[in-house]
């Protein structure tokens, strides 16, 4: 090895030994010379080793990849993933057309109108329910109509107008101490943004004794009345609403108030032409329906009933009028829902109402238990805004009243759903509410003052077990579970159950 080949393997320096590390000597060194000038020194080394190069994986060239790739193993085995992956292809079309096909189809949807989607409120008396400051303070209380989710407003009669008088008639003007027409368009633009539409009752001689004056002057005033819901309708009113249509034997009338409805739809939302009966007899508002062709027809055929007289009542109206159907107990005329079934039966009578199929309709206060201030149907309407302790039964049938609102206005099988009487006796009803794979629901009620009822619900479209969503018995709570084969239904009391569609 030549030096120039040392220096290139290794570096040494010597370093000069700290003091510390001088080895330690003595005057004999340990070679008989005492004297002698040799001495030890330590040192370090320091060692430079060259740095090896990694070596670089290049793999296999394109000449030897095309080599192999022709080899038979390997073709063999390109072919192999080839067909496995278009099987699994295959395999999962197949699959998803497979679930497509046995999926159940959905049921298509009835025609639909803003009335269908949930409850209308009545407020006959403006100043009664504003507490005397008319259409100014209606627009004020527009928020609270609101939150009882309800789809439509019915306002009126506010015309001018004398009572028996029909030469003092007049269809289009606001009569002065409700308010003026500025401040309706304000009522109906609040109205518009909380998504309830407006309906106007047009009922000529709302402070008389006739609703249409005497018969002589029929004619003009059926004349006034085309004329005037021609001009609510611009005004941007959603619909009309007419007492006593069954007066009106004119057909010619009905035609052309149909025609006008349906020349003022606007956008795809329909006006809607609303009469109000004194007829007690499903076939008789049968036969009304089809006489005036009115869109709804509020009658009196709840009137007094109970258990099997409502069940054919309803039996009776469903199949041929079902889009068409409307529920009512009271009215601007006839009065309050308290004072017509007495308090007890109010939340009873609002989940009847809500729950048959059809539009139901309330009278302003009726979410409350408001009573009538006899002889006057048109109570002040009482606002729940202190903490009274008498005030604790209006406040439980106003949350109950929100809660079936609510429902009623989302759930497709008591919007438009399948009407089924499963029970019916003196006193006692039930029935079902179904639409293709929506919820079902089963209304259960019972109008006798001391006696429970056992209901026996054994159908085949029915389950063993249901939930209970709401109920005014004590003994059966929300959310709990019951046997649908031993219902028991306390006196007065009215339930709601719900079971989930199965294929």
């Given at each position: 090895m030549t030096t120039d080949t040392e220096l290139d393997m290794k570096d040494v320096e010597l370093n000069e030994v700290d003091p510390e590390k001088q080895p330690m000597t003595g005057e004999d060194t340990g070679n008989g010379d005492a004297g002698s000038p040799v001495t030890e020194k330590n040192g370090s080394v320091k060692v430079k080793i060259p740095e090896e190069k990694a070596s670089k994986f290049t793999g296999l060239s394109k000449e030897e990849l095309l080599k192999v790739a022709g080899t038979p193993g390997w073709v063999r085995i390109r072919w192999a993933l080839l067909i496995l992956f278009w099987l699994g292809w295959i395999g999962m079309l197949a699959g998803?057309?497979?679930?497509?096909?046995?999926?159940?189809?959905?049921?298509?949807?009835?025609?639909?109108?803003?009335?269908?989607?949930?409850?209308?409120?009545?407020?006959?008396?403006?100043?009664?329910?504003?507490?005397?400051?008319?259409?100014?303070?209606?627009?004020?209380?527009?928020?609270?109509?609101?939150?009882?989710?309800?789809?439509?407003?019915?306002?009126?009669?506010?015309?001018?107008?004398?009572?028996?008088?029909?030469?003092?008639?007049?269809?289009m003007e606001v009569s002065s101490d409700i308010g003026n027409l500025d401040q309706l368009k304000r009522v109906i633009e609040t109205a518009h943004k909380k998504s309830i539409s407006v309906v106007l009752d047009l009922t000529p001689n709302y402070k008389g004794k006739d609703p249409w004056f005497s018969n002589s002057s029929v004619e003009q005033v059926t004349g006034k009345v085309k004329s005037a819901t021609d001009y609510w309708l611009e005004e941007g009113v959603d619909g009309i609403l007419l007492h006593g249509v069954d007066q009106i034997n004119m057909d010619s009338f009905w035609t052309n108030m149909n025609d006008i409805i349906k020349n003022h739809t606007k956008d795809e939302k329909k006006r809607v032409l609303i009469g109000v009966t004194t007829l007690k007899s499903a076939d008789e508002v049968k036969k009304e329906l089809n006489r005036t062709g009115v869109d709804l027809l509020l009658s009196?055929?709840?009137?007094?009933?109970?258990?099997?007289?409502?069940?054919?009542?309803?039996?009776?109206?469903?199949?041929?009028?079902?889009?068409?159907?409307?529920?009512?107990?009271?009215?601007?005329?006839?009065?309050?829902?308290?004072s017509i079934v007495t308090l007890l039966q109010v939340k009873l009578s609002q989940l009847l109402l809500f729950t048959l199929p059809g539009t139901p309709v309330f009278n302003y206060g009726d979410e409350i238990g408001l009573e009538d201030d006899l002889p006057s149907v048109n109570p002040t309407m009482v606002?729940?805004?202190?903490?009274?302790?008498?005030?604790d039964t209006s406040r439980s049938l106003l949350s109950f009243f929100k809660e079936l609102s609510e429902l009623r206005g989302k759930e497709r099988s008591l919007q438009h759903g399948e009407y089924l009487l499963l029970s019916n006796s003196t006193s006692a009803m039930a029935y079902l509410r179904q639409w293709d794979q929506s919820d079902r629901y089963i209304v259960a009620l019972n109008w006798h003052t001391n006696n429970s009822v056992t209901l026996q619900l054994t159908q085949k479209e029915l389950p063993e077990k249901a939930t209970v969503m709401i109920s005014t018995d004590a003994k059966l709570a929300a959310h709990t579970s019951v046997n649908l084969a031993d219902l028991i239904v306390g006196p007065l009391s009215a339930i709601m159950l719900k079971f989930p569609y199965t294929p």
């Open positions: 998803a057309v497979v679930i497509i096909v046995q999926a159940p189809r959905c049921k298509p949807l009835p025609d639909m109108n803003w009335w269908n989607y949930g409850a209308l409120y009545q407020i006959g008396d403006v100043n009664s329910f504003t507490e005397g400051s008319g259409l100014e303070g209606l627009q004020t209380k527009i928020d609270d109509v609101g939150k009882l989710k309800v789809k439509g407003l019915i306002i009126g009669p506010i015309h001018a107008s004398s009572a028996d008088k029909p030469e003092d008639l007049n269809l009196r055929v709840l009137n007094h009933k109970a258990g099997v007289e409502i069940a054919q009542v309803v039996e009776g109206l469903y199949f041929d009028q079902n889009t068409k159907l409307a529920w009512n107990i009271g009215d601007r005329v006839r009065g309050h829902l308290a606002w729940l805004n202190g903490t009274e302790k008498e005030e």
